[in-house]
């Protein structure tokens, strides 16, 4: 599989981003972190011809980045820029950017995705930095996340519901907290990555400059032999 990075825009003011699946990876059988918000269900809407919408929710995949869960990636470890399956990044008329995981699923699909989930998901909460700079939990839960495991579909960088199942190796206390963790780290380590590739480029690019030119050989005047 070729390696895939970045999707174009999908308008002039909003980009997709998307995990790098390294190439010749396959994208089945991946361990899947999967967030599922209370206020981003979707109800059936009637519409102006009378028919109804398809209701559903948006919901959040990201390739695991707990250590104890591998991605599935078949080049470990892989530090990821993005996580999420699909980021979206929109430039608002203020110029701030603001940024959307979820992608939309039918109720249908919901139910092969909760029951994928099943008893080992745990509760969402909101968190905030205190005043020593720690990351902390505040409120009431606000939605379930769990670890799942299923092939994702590249054309839609959505998850192939039938293929869901529950993920059957040990999970962290806190899902939420040691996703976050690893999302910190991945980024960090790919940030990195890409500043070293930016300078190893930009050195091999001042060494040519500063090379000699070669010398161009001078013709031959002797006349082959075909002897």
Known sequence: MAEKTEAAKTDNKTKVRTPVYP?????????LVVEIFDNAKVPAREKADGSMTTPGHFVNFELSQIPEVPS????????QLNASLVTKERVGEDGKKTYSTGQFYTDAEMESIRAAIGDKGQPIYKHEANEAGERVQVGEPIGV????????????????????????????ESIQTAQFEGNKAARAAALESIAKSKEAKAAKSSKSAEAPAAEAPEASTDEPSFA
């Open 72 to 79: 599935g990636l078949t080049k470990e470890p892989y530090p």
């Open 23 to 31: 190439r010749g990876c396959t994208t089945k059988n991946l361990n």
């Open 145 to 172: 996340v769990g670890v799942v495991s299923g092939d994702v579909i590249i054309a839609s960088n959505k998850v192939n519901h039938k293929s869901l199942r529950g993920y059957e190796g040990p999970l962290p």
